[in-house]
């Protein structure tokens, strides 16, 4: 039973210790703490290994593979790197609104990492109340920023069947964003789909650039990592725990290294005063090999196991590292110890170079993969304003690439500057817009340049003319086409079946258009939508844009002389869940499972607002 398995595990056993689970003292204060760090070390680890690991055999005794969230928010009784680990599939989760998700996913990407699992999920995009309200654009900042956090896989929360199409929008929760087939838009989502799709893709690729491990400690339960001090701007970090330092590190040229790639070169031991003997004497070993440590020397071991002699074992070893000269950054062996120093010194005197210095305050978040003759940077702008910066990169002699997610295409970045070492390359975003940037050994060949990296587009036409308008749902908008003299917002309409219309409708006009012989790049811009808008220019199917800059690329579709244009727009059901609230029953056309909506509620901006513009960009 479990006293025979923690006989085994500790070298002693635990009976005599079992009053102090009613408050008694057994033997010392000292003596009964260490117990139950023990027992506590115990249950984290039986928690890991014989539930998670049990699972995980009897999964893949069928051919299943068991996944998990690696943490717990109340009551959570093991060590979230261990417990991770020992799972086929790892995850963490995020809310879409609020800071659930803040810990969650750098608590799964760190066990990912250092157990080597390449992809990282996380339930994506849960959401408290408001029903309805929720589309791509609003999903994107959020997103993005999960994917800096070390997610390269969605799981998305949440897809509710619908079982039957009379009751719409259909069964809903409180909770979650409506990825089901009686949205609105869902129809239209797989623009957003292919940006996630493209956008993990890459994420997925070779292994995830970090220059810090922060050790957790060896105390039970924990359910995240800390990071004191705090890391640096400019550096990416994993958590790390005792059993991979001690069975799965080495070092190589002055890093540690991990067998599936990882490396790190300096590893942040936490303010704490314990340690096990076996681990000091393990990362001592490392630190001889050419390790790098940051932090203050343990004074004791936590564990009742072999004490009073562990402690002697970690006093001999802590002062023979730490106590062999007053320098702040300690040579030992092969390695260095630091102590006394910040963060920020210790790395500069190590030579550790920033992975990437914005070169400046900006509101820009950032993630690194790299893989054999490729650097795959993403950078998200996570501010309502656009920027204009210029990032250092910790690379050289290697082209910088643009690789846009929104739409699939790749080109070459001809403004970029070598220096030191690193590469600067000048980047525009707009609002919450992000790019990949892509240092490859490989040129791109028959790809459009342009003399600046993001050159301004030029207006050279706007559309103003009426649209037709027709409202496909014509139980809930106008049975016949509406004449609109220029795009405006449906919720300022007179008309209430179009003020509270929620759904799609199909925009269609002419214009005249006349084309230069310059080499150029052509663009329809639709200005402002409310909320995603696909279009077609005579008969050729351009895209869907989903957030703004509503832009799409209109190369070989608008022709010399007249052309016919079709933008079929699509809102969320808030709208005409709203204008419901002030009907009777009868008249509805819109039913719920959870309902919290008010007919005083603000509605949604809705429709093509505009203005709709052709824009060009000269070709270098």
Known sequence: GYEKKFESKFGYNPKKYLPVFSGRIVGSVEESERFLWDLRRSVADAVANEYVGGLKEASNKDNLQLWLENYGHWGFPSEFLMYGGQSNLVSGEFWNEGTLGNIECKSASSAAHIYGKSRVSAEAFTAGDRSYVRHPAMLKKRGDWSFTEGINHFVLHLYVHQPDDNRVPGVNAWFSTEFNRHNTWFKKSKAYFDYLRRSQHLLQQGTYAADVCYFIGENTPIMTGVRNPELPNGYSYDYINAEVILNRMTVK?????????????????????????????????????????????????????????????????????????????KKYGEGFIVDGLELQEALTQLNVAKDVDLQGNYPVLWTHRTMPGMEIYFLTNQSEQEINLSPSFRVKGMQPQLWDAMTGTVRQLSEFTEKEGRTIVPITMKANQSWFVVFSDSKIENNTTYDKNFPEAKVVQTLEMPWTVDFKNKQIGPKEPVLFPKPTDWIANDNEKIKYYSGTAVYKSTFKYTKNDRAQDLFIDLGKVGVMASVKINGIDIGTTWMSPYKLNANGSIKEGENTIEIEVVNVWRNRMTGDKSLPDANKTTWVLVDKITPEEELIPSGLLGPVTIQVINKK
């Not at 599936?260 to 070993?285: A, C, H, N, Q, W």
């Not at 564990?303 to 320098?327: F, G, H, I, R």
Request: glycine share 8%.
């Open 253 to 329: 040229n002055g890093k540690f290294v991990l067998p599936d790639g990882m490396t790190y070169s300096l590893m942040v031991l936490p303010p704490f005063k314990t340690m096990r003997p076996e681990l000091l004497s393990k990362i001592e070993e490392l630190v001889k090999q050419g390790g790098k440590i940051f932090g203050g020397a343990p004074e004791k071991s936590p564990s009742l196991q072999n004490y009073p002699e562990s402690d002697k074992q970690v006093k001999a070893l802590a002062s023979k590292m730490w106590n062999t000269n007053p320098d702040k950054v």
